[in-house]
């Protein structure tokens, strides 16, 4: 039974920032490629950031030089740091933990504005 709980989401204005956190648990953390994935409302869900167990990394375009992705093993914790928020990155942000399983957080609500 694994499970992530997103936390960190709230209302922030343009060009602020946010630090989201995943806490998973019930699953060997370190050896799972972890993700953000995003969605707003009317849309897909759209795939936000990768990171791998040995700590490699891969951003989608949108968010390339705003958002940071990284965890702390050794905590079971996953993060995302956002930046330079812009209104189109208002949406619900989950986690997401893949290898013999996969995992989904519920999510938690980021919306940018003023």
């Known amino acids: 039974q694994g499970q992530l709980v997103e936390s960190g989401g709230g209302l922030v204005p343009p060009g602020g920032s946010l630090r989201l956190s995943c806490a998973a648990s019930?699953?060997?953390?370190?050896?799972?490629?972890m993700r953000w994935y995003r969605q707003s409302p009317g849309k897909e869900r759209e795939w936000v950031a990768t990171?791998?167990?040995?700590?490699?990394?891969q951003y989608s375009d949108s968010v390339k030089g705003r958002f940071t992705i990284s965890r702390d093993n050794g905590k079971s914790m996953l993060y995302l740091q956002m930046n330079d928020l812009k209104p189109e990155d208002t949406a619900v942000y989950y986690c997401?933990?893949?290898?013999?399983?996969?995992?989904w957080g519920q999510g938690t609500q980021v919306t940018v504005s003023s």
């Open positions: 997401y933990g893949n290898y013999t399983r996969e995992y």
């Open positions: 990171i791998f167990n040995l700590l490699g990394t």
């Open positions: 019930g699953f060997i953390f370190s050896i799972y490629q």
